[in-house]
Nanobody
């Protein structure tokens, strides 16, 4: 069983920055993909960014030039550096990990979510 713990959310003014962290506990596969998703009120959950074990990244169009995802494999931790924040970035941000488990195949786990509010 994998558990994810997020931190770093909060209130920030437009144009500001925040850094989210997500640490995994439990056993994860070497090919695990870690990522961030977000859900604003009344909207569906959407991809923010993902990163593979080797460092290959993928980001949503609306954040590609402003957000950077990274990870430290030894710490089983991923980070999301968010710059030039806009009010439309306001959402609950969820950490996710997709990991291969023997006998079960690929499994996906979610963190509890952390609120990011961009407002003046």
């Amino acid at each position: 069983q994998v558990q994810l713990v997020e931190s770093g959310g909060g209130l920030v003014q437009p144009g500001g920055s925040l850094r989210l962290s997500c640490s995994a506990s439990g056993s994860i596969s070497s090919g695990a993909i870690m990522g961030w998703y977000r859900q604003a009120p009344g909207k569906q959950r959407e991809l923010v960014a993902t990163i593979s074990f080797s460092g290959t990244t993928n980001a949503g169009h609306s954040v590609k030039e402003r957000f950077t995802i990274s990870r430290e494999n030894a710490k089983k931790t991923t980070y999301l550096q968010m710059n030039s924040l806009k009010p439309e970035d306001t959402a609950v941000y969820y950490c996710n990990i997709a990991t291969f488990e023997s006998g079960a195949g690929w499994r996906s786990y979610w963190g509890q979510g952390t609120q990011v509010t961009v407002s003046s």
